[in-house]
């Protein structure tokens, strides 16, 4: 038996106009994310370092579990993985498959040395191990310059078949999305983000 629909271009459907539901669940997803953020940071304290990065180490260890599988859940994996999966098969989905075996590692071998360490990133147990400022400073500048440069090279490519579009402007829709998460994460820090209700929301 054939699946004729999978002979339809995938861009087929781009120019479909949205209609006012379409509008309506977006515009309501974007003020259910602002409204658990602003209830996050007016009933948490983040006057330290262990209050912002942390929440101040009062998170059961489910609310943490699901904020960094919903924070890592994202169009990427909703598209790019689903389409590239459907296109030449489930090979693709190698590398999230062996997260798991990478995070019993992170949690039996390597969170421990951390905890006896009393540091709770790598750069930070790295300046404590070998001392001096500087690798510290060099290895977590690599980290975001390696977060940041992926990041936008993913985003530029998911975005590309939306440039076909000349009604859309790949600029502004970014723009309007990823500047008030940032404010959201960076003012309302680690609580704001692992909310349990909040972690659905998310991707």
């Known amino acids: 038996m ?21 509008i309506l669940v977006v515009v ?8 658990i ?6 009933s948490s304290s983040r006057g330290t370092v ?10 059961a260890w489910w609310q943490i579990g699901a904020f960094l599988f919903a924070s890592n859940i994202g169009t990427g994996h909703f598209m790019g993985l689903a389409g590239k999966g459907a ?11 062996n997260a798991p075996f990478i995070l019993c590692i992170l949690g039996w071998v390597f969170s421990p040395i951390y905890i006896k360490a009393g540091v709770v990133t790598t750069p930070r147990y790295l300046r404590k191990r070998f001392g001096g400022c500087r690798i510290q400073f ?5 980290y975001l310059f390696l977060y940041i440069v992926s990041k936008i090279a993913v985003s530029c490519v998911k975005a590309s078949p939306r440039k076909e579009n000349k009604k859309i402007r790949s600029s502004h ?6 500047n008030p998460t940032g ?5 309302g820090s680690i609580p704001g983000l692992t909310q349990w209700v909040g972690n659905p929301a998310l991707p």
Request: proline residues 3%; aromatic residues 16%.
């Open 2 to 22: 054939g699946f004729p629909w999978y002979s339809t271009p995938w861009n087929a459907h781009l120019s479909t106009t949205n209609t006012n539901l379409d």
């Open 28 to 35: 309501f997803y974007f003020l259910l994310v602002l409204g």
């Open 37 to 42: 953020g602003l209830w996050a940071i007016l």
């Open 50 to 59: 262990e209050d912002f990065f942390l929440a101040g180490r009062n998170l």
């Open 87 to 97: 296109s030449s098969g489930i090979a693709v989905g190698a590398f999230e498959w």
């Open 138 to 142: 060099l290895l977590a500048i690599l």
């Open 173 to 178: 829709c970014s723009s309007a999305v990823t």
């Open 183 to 187: 404010i959201h994460e960076d003012v």
